[in-house]
């Protein structure tokens, strides 16, 4: 749907793009070198950056350009990123990007959220009481890639409580527990439900087969579903 955005955008002509505003406008803009009553356009300035940072033209730029993805918001893909930036990089002969992924917006009771109108969440705040890793596996668990997703405490503390400390946690407290209870970590032989230990082979093998697939497709919150459900059935 993103590729259609851009494809239908290209079907009108495309005007001449204007790179510079008059300094009484944008007083905070890059001042042009040959004209200083005139700044850069914000988006050339912007842009410039991801080939700047690289170290652009310099020894090492090679090695991280072109980029693999190109990773936006879905509300500047077009025309910024899947229209100007193309343009610009073929006029300085460079390669562009192999690929573009323009992902959704978190929102809080619907609305996106936003430096500019306050609509904010404290990431920080939460990875000091929980953890960075339960805040990144949130945030790939909870979020379709590209479509929006909707951000609160209570889905958060729900999730944390549900997958990491119910799932996860209570597999790795039994299998703790068994590792300290028994001598070398070795439980006594028993007589196991055969068609349980084959079932849960099974598990593994389709989880594994399809779990790479679904984050090299940037699936994140489907392969995350997918390894639950196996410890689940652990």
């Known amino acids: 749907n993103r590729q259609a955005q851009v494809l239908e955008f290209l079907k009108e002509p495309l005007n001449d793009l204007c790179i ?24 050339f300035d912007a842009l410039v950056n991801y080939i700047s940072t690289v170290d652009f033209d310099g020894p090492e730029f090679n090695r991280f350009w072109p980029a693999d993805l190109h990773v936006i918001g879905k509300d500047i893909l077009t025309p910024p ?45 939460l990875v000091e009481q929980y953890g960075v890793d339960s805040f ?26 549900a997958d990491l400390g119910n799932d ?3 597999l790795l407290s039994r299998l703790l527990h068994m590792i300290c209870t028994y ?6 032989v028993v007589e196991l439900d055969e068609n349980l230990e084959k079932n849960l082979r099974t598990s593994w093998d389709e989880t594994r087969v399809v779990l790479l697939d679904y984050f090299l497709t940037f699936r994140f919150n489907s392969g995350l579903e997918k390894i639950f459900a196996f410890v689940r059935a652990i």
């Open 168 to 170: 996860l946690g209570n």
């Open 81 to 125: 990123h899947a229209v100007y930036w193309p343009i610009m990089l073929k006029a300085c002969d460079l390669k562009m990007p192999k690929q573009i992924l323009a992902h959704g917006w978190w929102t809080t009771s619907g609305i996106k959220m936003s430096k500019s109108t306050g609509e904010t969440v404290d990431p920080l705040n």
């Open 20 to 43: 510079s505003r008059p300094l009484n406008r944008l007083s905070w803009g890059i001042p042009l070198p040959f004209d200083s009553d005139f700044v850069t356009y914000v988006w």
């Open 136 to 161: 990144r596996y949130f945030m790939m668990r909870e979020m379709t890639v590209g479509q929006d997703a909707e951000f609160s405490l209570e889905r958060f503390e729900s999730r944390y409580r």
């Open 183 to 188: 001598e070398g970590g070795v439980s006594p």
